[in-house]
């Protein structure tokens, strides 16, 4: 009996459903999403073992294939899936179509890095994954699940943040990845989101962009304030100011164009957006002092006010509180409980930043369990509520 068949016998004891949907119920689910038989499932796993077997000949004989040959065999491998995903798509067979679209990009990617490796061409890696994202936007623009246009947007904006990276020297010094990366990484993926929201025949990748916009401005935050916390300065090249100057003014345009935001959520997200700013610039808000030493204990006259260690968990905090606010009053509702759920969590960690030697003792232990309770319960408690009063506000 299969998970449907369960769940309708139980609709149809509880009288939810009677007997007549019951039979309509099964019957389309027999022609829309048939029962997978074991010997598909044996088929599919013989092709994979087949395919697994050629790897390993063409693998162990790799040096002594000529290279014509090499490449032939490449081109003939991404026909055939280039026609599969054509056949797929004439017998209406969706999953079977994204499966072969899918594969089709990875091959493409994948013959960029044989012809290179073929012919000596050079060119960093970087540069591979942004030509492949030029190269394959016609075809991912036809994706109709989100595999496809996930892995797109993933390897395309990886090669377009990290090329945007060499472009003042080739050879990247490790320290610029380390100060610059976090928040070029966000910016670029904020101009990606609000490209797919304003060109409409990018808005199937909105989903994607949006995740790697959210994942990528964590990372950022998350960065800057452990070196803030830690007391460390993070001056950057005038000409990296300049960049980030100009892609911030872009995504202010872009918020301010948005038709889906009301006046109020363009008011929190660009006082986000200037909050991050502030957070990553060397000198107007933060000095490099600490109040508490790595045994967290003070041992510093500089007033606890004035402390990076203190102001950058309270910036977090109300940066954090801003974005729940739109995404609540926008119904994104993972989002505005991860977003509740990291600010619980941030209050946690500033607990044990400011008391952490209490943990070192009984009575300690208890306050920091209790707390820790205490906002798990009120989290769980009133999150729903928060939210609602967030789809309430307007402006």
Not at 191 to 216: C, D, E, G, H, R
Not at 262 to 282: E, G
Request: proline share 3%; with cysteine.
């Amino acid at each position: 009996m299969t998970a449907i068949d369960k769940k309708l016998q139980q609709w149809l004891a509880a009288n939810l459903i009677n007997p007549e949907q019951y039979q309509a119920i099964e019957r389309f689910e027999a022609e829309h999403n048939p029962p997978r038989k074991l010997w598909v499932s044996i088929m599919l796993l013989g092709v994979a073992v087949m395919g697994l077997g050629v790897i390993s000949l063409i693998a162990a004989n790799w040096a002594f294939i000529p290279l014509l040959v090499k490449l032939a065999l490449a081109l003939i491998i991404l026909s055939l899936v280039g026609v599969s995903i054509w056949v797929l798509d004439q017998h209406n067979h969706p999953l079977g179509f994204e499966t072969a679209l899918t594969g089709f990009l990875i091959g493409c990617l994948a013959m960029i890095g044989l012809i290179s490796q073929l012919f000596h061409l050079g060119g960093q890696w970087y540069h591979a994954l942004l030509g492949w994202g030029v190269m394959t936007l016609p075809l991912v623009l036809f994706a109709r699940r989100l595999l496809a246009r996930f892995l797109w947007v993933s390897i395309s904006l990886t090669g377009l943040v990290w090329t945007l990276l060499a472009i003042p020297s080739p050879d990247i010094p490790f320290e610029v990845i380390l100060q610059v990366l976090p928040l070029l990484g966000f910016l670029i993926a904020v101009v990606s989101y609000y490209a797919s929201v304003f060109i409409k025949p990018l808005a199937n990748l909105s989903a994607s962009t949006l995740f790697w916009m959210q994942f990528s401005g964590l990372v950022a935050l998350g960065y800057i304030d452990g070196l803030r916390t830690l007391g460390e300065r993070n001056d950057l090249e005038s000409y990296w100011y300049i960049t980030i100057l100009i892609l911030s003014l872009m995504i202010g345009v872009g918020i301010v164009l948005n038709r889906k935001y009301a006046l109020l959520n363009r008011v929190l997200l660009i006082s986000c957006l200037l909050l991050l700013l502030l957070y990553y610039h060397p000198t107007l808000f933060f000095n490099g002092e600490t109040y508490y030493n790595y045994f967290w204990s003070s041992t510093t006259t500089t007033a606890w006010w004035q402390a990076d260690d203190i102001r950058a968990p309270l910036l977090t905090l109300i940066i954090l509180a801003l974005y729940a606010m739109h995404v609540g009053n926008q119904g994104l509702t993972t989002s505005f409980n991860i977003m509740t759920l990291l600010i619980g969590i941030r209050f946690i960690i500033l607990y044990f930043q400011a008391l952490g030697g209490l943990a070192a003792t009984g009575f300690g232990l208890i306050i920091s369990g209790a707390l820790l309770i205490a906002i798990a319960w009120a989290w769980q408690q009133y999150r729903k509520r928060l939210q609602q009063w967030t789809q309430e506000l307007s402006l």
